[in-house]
């Protein structure tokens, strides 16, 4: 029967005790466990040994399972001192059966890291997202530039751009500022403000921008005009 004095190892770091271990612990082995009360507030330390038993260790092999048990293992111990000592420790939640803040006080007091080892038993849990960093490429930019190829309006925006000398989708975004010019003027002959062709002069922009039809210079450009009156609007119009 081997028999681990936990006395001994009582000074020495993790590390020392893995060092200086006398034998190789091996799983199912029969050793025997001695704890004993802190004498800090025992006159006389009470003390039990405990032998373990082929039983009293997991059969199982993923971790995950292994924190759920010992987790549930703790409620049900922190359920019996609840009852025994009248205080609360242990508490509902949308998260199930958790620790109360006595009980986590008594159990990070009593077993160092325990969170870690089954964080589902606390309220606050900490945890490391599993996720794989994206690899961005140009391939859907590369895809709007040929949406057109092979149809007729590809086609045809060809043709323009061969007659013209100018790439077409600075032709198409020439032609949709004309629209909205057109609805500017329009807005103000019949309803006498421009507060329409604001809203319907947004719209046939940005319908115009996703369908490819305004070149990315005469976006930058109106980007730049609207921030000018935006500016305009809210801090030198006066009256």
């Not at 704890?35 to 038993?53: F, M, Q």
């Not at 890291?113 to 961005?136: H, R, V």
């Not at 530039?145 to 000398?165: A, C, F, P, V």
């Not at 039809?213 to 730049?224: K, Q, R, S, V």
Request: charged content about 20%.
């Amino acid at each position: 029967m081997k028999e681990i004095a936990i006395t001994e190892f009582r000074k020495l770091s993790k590390n020392d005790v893995l060092k200086n271990m006398p034998f190789k612990l091996v799983w199912e082995g029969a050793y025997k466990l001695r704890i004993e009360g802190n004498p800090k507030y025992w006159s006389t330390s009470p003390a039990v040994s405990y032998t373990l038993v082929t039983s009293d260790y997991s059969q199982l092999d993923d971790e995950d399972e292994n924190r759920t048990l010992l987790g549930n293992y703790l409620v049900d111990v922190l359920r019996d001192l609840e009852i025994n000592w009248d205080t609360k420790m242990v508490a509902e939640s949308d998260l199930g059966t958790i620790l109360s803040s006595t009980g986590e006080t008594y159990l990070r007091g009593t077993v160092s890291g325990i969170q870690t080892m089954c964080p589902q038993i606390f309220a606050i849990q900490t945890s490391t997202p599993d996720f794989e960093e994206t690899a961005w490429t140009r391939a859907q930019g590369e895809s709007y530039k040929t949406r057109y190829d092979g149809t007729w309006i590809g086609n045809s925006l060809q043709k323009m751009e061969d007659g013209l000398h100018v790439p077409w989708n600075v032709l198409t975004g020439i032609g949709i500022l004309a629209i909205i010019l057109g609805l500017f003027v329009l807005s103000y002959a019949k309803f006498s403000t421009t507060t329409p062709a604001l809203i319907s002069g947004a719209a046939v922009f940005l319908m115009g921008a996703v369908m490819g039809f305004i070149a990315p210079a005469i976006m930058a450009l109106a980007g730049l005009t609207a921030g000018g009156f935006l500016v305009y609007i809210f801090f030198f119009r006066h009256g």
